[in-house]
């Protein structure tokens, strides 16, 4: 979708059906109250803070896409926004070229954290 079409006002539209019905319907599996919104960059990251319910100029109050009597339900969703180089692995140590190639010589990367190291991080 092209810059300015909307895209954010649909998604706090979404993260908000979703939020209210899964608490008046908290077996529903068609539902759910927590969401990770991943971002190509920073910048949007930041921009992205009006999905928060919690942030001052909330998309939900300023776009009028809630009553505020339901702000309080809205809350207690778990909402992460963040950007995909936290799913990059990271290295366990810092060494400069010439020592990582001498440490690492003949065998797998053991300065990287693993895939399942990432995870958990």
Same mark, same amino acid.
């Given at each position: 979708?092209?810059?300015?079409?909307?895209?954010?006002?649909?998604?706090?539209?979404?993260?908000?059906?979703?939020?209210?019905? #899964?608490?008046?319907? &908290?077996?529903?599996?068609? +539902?759910?109250?927590?969401? @990770?919104?991943?971002?190509?960059?920073? !910048?949007?990251?930041?921009?992205?803070?009006?999905?928060?319910?919690?942030?001052?100029?909330?998309?939900?109050?300023?776009?009028?896409?809630?009553?505020?009597?339901?702000?309080?339900?809205?809350?207690?969703? #778990?909402?992460?926004? &963040?950007?995909?180089?936290? +799913?990059?692995?990271?290295? @366990?140590?810092?060494?400069?070229?010439? !020592?990582?190639?001498?440490?690492?010589?003949?065998t797998?990367n053991?300065?990287?954290?693993?895939p399942?190291?990432?995870?958990?991080?």
């Open positions: 979708m092209a810059t300015g079409s909307g895209k954010t006002v649909v998604m706090a539209m979404l993260i908000a059906w979703h939020v209210l019905n #899964k608490l008046a319907n &908290t077996q529903d599996a068609r +539902f759910t109250d927590t969401f @990770l919104i991943v971002t190509p960059g920073i !910048t949007i990251r930041d921009r992205l803070r009006v999905l928060l319910p919690n942030d001052p100029q909330n998309y939900y109050h300023e776009r009028d896409i809630l009553p505020t009597e339901w702000m309080v339900e809205l809350g207690k969703a #778990k909402i992460i926004i &963040t950007n995909f180089h936290v +799913f990059k692995q990271r290295e @366990l140590m810092n060494a400069g070229k010439l !020592t990582k190639n001498i440490l690492t010589q003949g797998a053991s300065l990287t954290e693993t399942n190291q990432m995870v958990r991080r």
